[in-house]
T-cell receptor, first 112, second 114 residues
Framework: KQEVTQIPAALSVPEGENLVLNCSFTDSAIYNLQWFRQDPGKGLTSLLLIQSSQREQTSGRLNASLDKSSGRSTLYIAASQPGDSATYLC???????????FGKGMKLTVNP | GAVVSQHPSRVICKSGTSVKIECRSLDFQATTMFWYRQFPKQSLMLMATSNEGSKATYEQGVEKDKFLINHASLTLSTLTVTSAHPEDSSFYICSLAGDADTQYFGPGTRLTVL
C-alpha cells in the first residue's frame, strides 16, 4: 500500500529564506507526483507536476525534483514571502490508476 | 486549468439528516470526478471515483449506501451524505480529471453534523 510522508508537519521561517520541503513515498511505481498548495478552508491549487520519467519541474520561484528510485521528492521555494504561507501537499499518482495518494501536508508560515 | 465549484461551501445539520453536496465543472466536460474527505490535520483521502453515466467506484471502507454519488452529466456530480452523524463532520472536496494528467480541485465543503 502506497504511503506518502511529509516531514516536518509545520515550518515557520522569516521572509526571504530559501526553503526545502520534503516528501517521501513507499512504492516507487508511480505515474507522476504533484505538489499542491492549500489555503485554510480552501481547495487545492496545483503547483507542479512531475512525470515519473522527469527529474524536475520549475515554475517561477518553485522547483520540484523527483528521485523515483529512492522514493523522494523535494519542493524548493526561493526567496520565501508571507504570501507563500499555506499548507503544501505532496501527492503521488500510482501507475495504472487515476487515484492520488496524499501526504498529510506541511504547514508553512513565512513571517514578515 | 478547469474551474470547479462546490455548493454549499459550508453546511451545518442535525444528526440523522441527509446532506447533498454539488460539484460542478464550469468550463470542462469531465467524464471522471473524484470525491475526497479531509479530517483536521490529516491527508485527503479518496472516497470514490465517479464516472458519468455509470455507478461510482468506492474505496475500501467507504459505505456506498451512506455516501451516495450521482454523476448525471459531464459537468455535475453530487455527493449525498445520508443519515449524517457527528463522525461524518469533515471537509469534502471534489476534483475532476483534466488534461495533462492533472486533477482540478473544487474549493471544498465544510460539513458539521451536530
Amino acid at each position: 500500500k502506497q504511503e506518502v510522508t511529509q516531514i516536518p508537519a509545520a515550518l515557520s521561517v522569516p521572509e526571504g529564506e530559501n526553503l526545502v520541503l520534503n516528501c517521501s513515498f513507499t512504492d516507487s511505481a508511480i505515474y507522476n507526483l504533484q505538489w499542491f498548495r492549500q489555503d485554510p478552508g480552501k481547495g487545492l491549487t496545483s503547483l507542479l507536476l512531475i512525470q515519473s520519467s522527469q527529474r524536475e519541474q520549475t515554475s517561477g520561484r518553485l522547483n520540484a525534483s523527483l528521485d523515483k528510485s529512492s522514493g523522494r521528492s523535494t519542493l524548493y521555494i526561493a526567496a520565501s514571502q508571507p504570501g507563500d504561507s499555506a499548507t503544501y501537499l505532496c501527492a503521488v499518482r500510482e501507475g495504472g490508476s487515476e487515484k492520488l495518494v496524499f501526504g498529510k501536508g506541511m504547514k508553512l508560515t513565512v513571517n514578515p | 486549468g478547469a474551474v470547479v465549484s462546490q455548493h454549499p461551501s459550508r453546511v451545518i445539520c442535525k444528526s440523522g439528516t441527509s446532506v447533498k453536496i454539488e460539484c460542478r465543472s464550469l468550463d470542462f466536460q469531465a467524464t471522471t470526478m473524484f470525491w475526497y474527505r479531509q479530517f483536521p490535520k490529516q491527508s485527503l483521502m479518496l472516497m470514490a471515483t465517479s464516472n458519468e453515466g455509470s455507478k461510482a467506484t468506492y474505496e475500501q471502507g467507504v459505505e456506498k449506501d451512506k455516501f451516495l454519488i450521482n454523476h448525471a452529466s459531464l459537468t455535475l456530480s453530487t455527493l449525498t451524505v445520508t443519515s449524517a452523524h457527528p463522525e461524518d463532520s469533515s471537509f469534502y472536496i471534489c476534483s475532476l480529471a483534466g488534461d495533462a494528467d492533472t486533477q482540478y480541485f473544487g474549493p471544498g465543503t465544510r460539513l458539521t453534523v451536530l
